[in-house]
């Protein structure tokens, strides 16, 4: 077979079977065919974290394409050791205080989860210890904290039917907290949009309960607000949301923009009969006060008539002429000879009197 190929890869030679080189084999022998050629390049393998740290060298690494100088490299410690690892363990020992250790104060409640999702306990008091983020997240509340919910919430109007079939433009305020953060979180999807819907529908049930005057004028409002608390609450409870309502405040009871005008001139007539019922009752009581007075006044002297019925007629007598003749002219007349007077009373009357303008003449005489 001198002077042929062979199967391996071995070129001409003197056909005797040498042993293969470093290079995998030359033309002279054989080579292996699981190794690279003497002209071909070595396969590549992975490096390792070792071979990473090693190929930096005293220098460090140089950039891609071999221009630049060295890229950063820890420094390394008195020992000749890299401060790498010591900064990786800094590092994770904050990461774990930062996220495990969990400080809960008086009126917030806190519910742990497992990856963000599953319900894992409840939080007390003071410091708490958890697994460190992301396996425990910690979701806090402050349970104390009122919250304020405006219905409704933009400029539009919210028509609500009363119980006299008429229409009321109505606004309120719901104040609540939240009571049970874990019912809070988990037993509603959304207990905020719960909540609104539960507050219309019994705003709704109450005021069809009112007639529109009682709405109106107010009368009705705290009997409105107190039904809708109690109504919101005891569904609330039995959805077992976590919420409790702290109260309902109506801020605007209007009537619908449309007929704004025509309330208004009810209104305005209502309240000129409620000043005229004021006037008359007022008038009443001067009139009863008065006649209390009389009835009083002749009791009085009935006693004292009882007493002495002569002299208490005489009195009577004499301040009766009194008020009759205060007010007349008059004239005491002497008894014997009658002697002519001159009328000073009437003339001095006649003086007071302002003069009468003359009559004009016809025209033509």
Do not use: C
């Not at 409870?237 to 976590?242: C, E, I, V």
């Amino acid at each position: 077979m001198a002077g042929k190929n062979n199967p391996w890869g071995g070129g001409g030679g003197s056909g005797e079977d040498g042993p293969s080189g470093d290079g995998g084999g030359s033309d002279s022998g054989p080579r292996n065919p699981w190794l690279p050629g003497a002209n071909e390049p070595g396969k590549r393998r992975s490096a390792s974290i070792e071979d990473i740290f090693k190929s930096r060298g005293p220098e460090g690494p140089r950039r891609a394409g071999g221009g630049g100088g060295p890229a950063f490299r820890f420094p390394e410690r008195p020992d000749g050791k890299s401060w790498l690892p010591v900064i990786l363990a800094g590092v994770a020992l904050v990461w774990v205080g930062a996220t495990s250790v969990h400080f809960i104060q008086p009126g917030e409640q806190a519910v742990v989860t497992w990856l963000g999702g599953k319900y894992s306990h409840e939080l007390n008091s003071g410091t708490n210890f958890t697994a460190p983020w992301p396996l425990h997240m910690v979701q806090k509340e402050n349970v104390t904290q009122v919250r304020l919910e405006e219905v409704p919430g933009t400029k539009t109007e919210k028509l609500i039917l009363t119980g006299d079939q008429n229409l009321v433009d109505l606004s309120y305020l719901i104040r609540w907290n939240i009571s049970d953060l874990t019912l809070y979180q988990y037993q509603l999807s959304d207990p905020r949009n719960a909540l609104l819907e539960i507050g219309e529908a019994a705003m709704r049930a109450a005021v069809a309960r009112q007639k529109l005057d009682t709405v109106l004028t107010g009368e009705g409002r705290a009997e409105i607000e107190q039904d809708v608390r109690a109504a919101m609450q005891a569904r609330l409870d039995a959805y077992r949301s976590g919420i409790s309502v702290q109260g309902i405040e109506i801020n605007k009871v209007d009537p619908p923009s449309r007929v704004e005008e025509a309330f208004k001139d009810v209104s305005s007539a209502q309240q000129d009969a409620d000043a005229a019922i004021n006037r008359s009752r007022a008038v009443a009581q001067q009139l009863l006060a008065r006649a209390q007075g009389d009835a009083s006044e002749f009791n009085d002297i009935y006693a004292e008539y009882k007493l002495a019925p002569e002299v208490t007629r005489r009195r009577l007598y004499y301040e009766t002429m009194e008020q009759i003749l205060s007010k007349t002219d008059k004239t005491i007349v002497e008894t014997g000879n009658v002697t002519p007077y001159l009328p000073l009373p009437e003339l001095k009357r006649r003086a007071q009197a302002p003069a009468q303008p003359a009559p004009q003449s016809q025209q033509g005489e």
